[in-house]
């Protein structure tokens, strides 16, 4: 088995990224990594009722219906866990920087990537919601969101980084700055 590279970093792995768990890395055409992730993963609290979205942001249901098409009402949660520490480089190729910003879930964790002026955000910063079909940075909705409070006290963990391009879990790359991007999303709010 091949070692992936860090191109293979998913926002799959952002997830409930705690000091203890595990999830895997990857695309399904190359070889899975382990990163260590909370137990639990995926089974997520929200402040919100994931069910009145659609109803309140009409614009969103071609996104929902994609992510229902592909699966994430199925997501199941994951057995095996490894340690991955709060912060500190992790030793696979690529070198990324755990960041913890805890918000969307109690455990997530960003990947920052010095040496690319990258960070992986996963949902912790989304340049679309998913659930309001807004674009821009952004905290993601009440619909997939644990604490917003939380989230927006993390965005300041991602702005630390200042990175140059930013790679949400959702919506497009942002290669504005990650300080930017924060800006705006703090000036956005919660949805």
Known sequence: MTTPDASTVTRDALHDAEPVGAHSLGSSRRPRLRLNVAPGIHQ?????????????????????????RAGA???KGITGT??????GVIDVPGQPR????PG?????????????DALLTGDAL???DPYTATTGPQIVAGAATADSRAAGA?????AVTDARIVLPGHGRP??????????????????
């Open 174 to 191: 942002w290669t504005s700055n990650i300080r930017t991007a924060v800006n705006l999303a703090l000036s956005v709010g919660v949805t």
């Open 104 to 116: 969307h879930t109690a455990g997530h964790t960003a990947l920052h990537l010095p040496d690319r």
């Open 44 to 68: 997520l609290e929200h402040e919100d009722n994931r069910l009145t979205y659609p109803l309140t942001y009409p614009a969103a249901r071609p996104i929902l219906a994609s992510m229902t």
């Open 126 to 128: 989304v340049t679309l």
């Open 82 to 87: 490894i340690n991955l520490p709060p912060s």
């Open 98 to 101: 755990v960041v913890f910003s």
């Open 154 to 158: 993390s965005l300041e963990a991602l």
């Open 73 to 75: 009402l199925s997501v």
